[in-house]
């Protein structure tokens, strides 16, 4: 059984970049979330994806936007980087949207904006 | 709005003594709670959970947790830990309708085990 994985592991970019992280959703996981962890804290809910639809989303503005493919692996987009969003960004799938599931995690993404 | 509150941001414990690490939140309404363990260089897994039934629930490497409806707490307990403990430890509790759940954290308790 593949568990999660995201790709890459650890990218720097610049202020006002676009950038694109991925994921693999673990077998048979029909859905994605995607949280942020900033140094120090716990992790913040970005967005939910549920058979390719989005179904849930935290306080995060529109520049970051996703998509779930239909082998349900998924893409996290930022637009217009900004310093803040420097982070670890994790990417968790499980099979279903019910609160008491299980999160599988990936061992995210550095995002380092300067 | 939810919140979670992790009281220590690190406990630093020796090897083979007890160890509680706490969570508190803040919710009116029926809830989910997990703990999940993040080791060095690897992702978050989960370590137990509290859904519903017994207050107390355990996880197979010796710890257990506590549901404490009164005083919105799900502490964290092991009665002897390892140097292989050694990891940040999250709380997290859902929020939101079923079918659109969002787990809400607190900011994670790293648990130092001194030789």
């Known amino acids: 059984e593949t568990g999660v994985t995201q790709s890459p592991t650890h990218l720097i970019k610049t202020r006002g970049q676009q950038v694109t992280l991925r994921c693999s959703s673990q077998?048979?996981?029909?859905?994605v979330s995607w949280y942020q962890q900033a140094l120090g804290q716990g992790p913040q809910f970005i967005f939910q994806?549920?058979?390719?639809?989005?179904?849930g989303r935290g306080n995060f503005p529109p520049r970051f936007s996703g998509l779930q493919f239909p082998n349900y692996s998924s893409e996290l987009n930022v637009n217009a980087l900004e310093l803040d969003d420097s982070a670890l960004y994790l990417c968790?799938?499980?099979?279903?949207?019910?609160?008491?599931?299980?999160?599988?995690f990936g061992e995210g993404s550095r995002l380092t904006v300067l | 709005a939810q919140s979670v509150t992790q009281l220590d941001s690190q406990v630093p414990v020796f090897e083979e003594a007890p160890v509680e690490l706490r969570c508190n939140y803040s919710?009116?309404?029926?809830?989910?709670l997990f703990w999940y363990v993040q080791y060095p260089n690897q992702g978050l897994q989960l370590l137990l959970k509290?859904?519903?039934?017994s207050t107390l629930v355990e996880s197979i490497n010796g710890f257990e947790a506590e549901f404490n409806k009164s005083q919105t707490s799900f502490h964290l307990r092991k009665p002897s830990v390892h140097i292989s403990d050694t990891a940040e430890y999250f709380c997290?509790?859902?929020?939101?309708?079923?079918?659109?759940?969002?787990?809400?954290w607190g900011a994670g308790t790293k648990l130092i085990i001194k030789p």
């Open positions: 968790a799938s499980s099979p279903g949207t019910s609160g008491y599931r299980e999160l599988f």
């Open positions: 077998s048979g996981h029909n859905t």
């Open positions: 994806y549920y058979r390719e639809e989005e179904n």
């Open positions: 919710s009116s309404v029926s809830v989910y």
């Open positions: 509290y859904l519903s039934g």
């Open positions: 997290a509790v859902t929020r939101g309708t079923d079918s659109n759940y969002q787990l809400i």
